[in-house]
């Protein structure tokens, strides 16, 4: 069973345009997609189509459309009560790929609903087989929290993987190895920003990105997946490093497909695989979700990790 954490869940709407998108001028979309997002939600949503058990830990009030959607799609989902009203992000996609994001803040969370939250993740850790936290933190919360749940789950023997940004991702690296994970999945942009290295670098050199990312093997983190769009994924952890190349894929939209990688991942490690074909498993999902619209999580008879590469990287070279 896979436990998640949406702790600034969204209704994440997609406008796909005919053309390309115009500065100041009115254009008219070709649709629109409203679906109940968020990173850990996505997850949960990939579970589902895959068969894994997954249950949603996340903020709401118990008959907020947002919960009911989810309910009727068979997530099993356990909102925490919460009055403020969910946020919604815009994501407006082209027909070349390009995709342009407007993401909003979001209610700030009380300390109680925090506890609460925290709580309830305390309670399925042990018969969970990993708990995700993921994504970004309301406005206000205190950016060390994942740091601080990471430390209450495995006390509680779980098995933690994080997919978060900016300040969150930051205050976590500052408290290793105390906060550490087993599991990390930042993309190159997110591994420059405490690195200091170059993210256009980090995004087309898999070298200089599994080098970035054995910096926290070094501190104490099980394995990172580090996401690279189209250069695929590398993996990193104790024994090694690897690349993985995506097969062609014609890119409808990227939002959620890093969400779609880390859950691939996450299948390959149930499964019992070894980090090849997790990463593998990885990638193949990425790039399933990448030709999806919206934030659709693709169903395992779309996901083809035989058509994807994987070498070893030796971090002497390159």
Not at 85 to 102: F, M, S
Request: proline share 9%; charged share 20%; aromatic share 4%.
């Amino acid at each position: 069973m896979i436990l998640t954490l949406t702790a600034n869940p969204s209704v994440d709407r997609t406008v796909v345009l005919a053309g390309r998108l115009k500065r100041g001028k009115v254009i008219r979309a070709d649709s629109v997609i409203s679906q109940a997002g968020g990173k850990g939600v996505n997850i949960a949503r990939a579970c589902i189509a895959a068969g894994v058990p997954a249950i949603a830990v996340l903020p709401a009030a118990k008959d907020d459309p947002f919960v009911l959607e989810l309910l009727s799609a068979g997530i099993d989902c356990r909102p925490v009560p919460h009055d403020g009203a969910l946020r919604v992000n815009i994501t407006i996609t082209e027909p070349d790929g390009t995709t342009t994001k407007l993401n909003s803040p979001g209610p700030a969370l009380t300390d109680a609903v925090r506890r609460e939250l925290a709580e309830a993740l305390r309670r399925r850790a042990a018969d969970a087989d990993w708990v995700v936290l993921a994504g970004s933190l309301p406005p206000g919360t205190p950016p060390e929290w994942y740091a601080e749940l990471v430390v209450l789950l495995r006390e509680n023997g779980a098995r933690v993987a994080v997919d978060t940004s900016d300040a969150p991702l930051r205050a976590l690296v500052d408290r290793l190895p105390a906060s550490a994970p087993h599991l990390m999945k930042p993309n190159g942009e997110e591994l420059a920003s405490f690195t200091g290295d170059d993210p256009e670098l980090l995004e087309s050199d898999p070298y200089a990105a599994a080098k970035a990312a054995r910096t926290l093997v070094e501190a104490g983190v099980e394995s990172v997946l580090a996401t690279l769009g189209a250069r695929g994924a590398v993996l990193v952890n104790a024994d090694g490093a690897w690349h993985a190349t995506p097969p062609p894929t014609t890119v409808v939209s990227t939002v959620g497909a890093g969400d779609s990688s880390l859950f691939g991942y996450l299948l390959g490690d149930l499964r019992g695989n070894p980090p090849e074909e997790r990463l593998a498993l990885a990638v193949a999902y990425g790039s399933a979700a990448a030709g999806l619209p919206g934030t659709t999580m693709p169903h395992p008879q779309q996901v083809r990790p035989d058509l994807v590469s994987v070498r070893d990287l030796d971090l002497r070279e390159g």
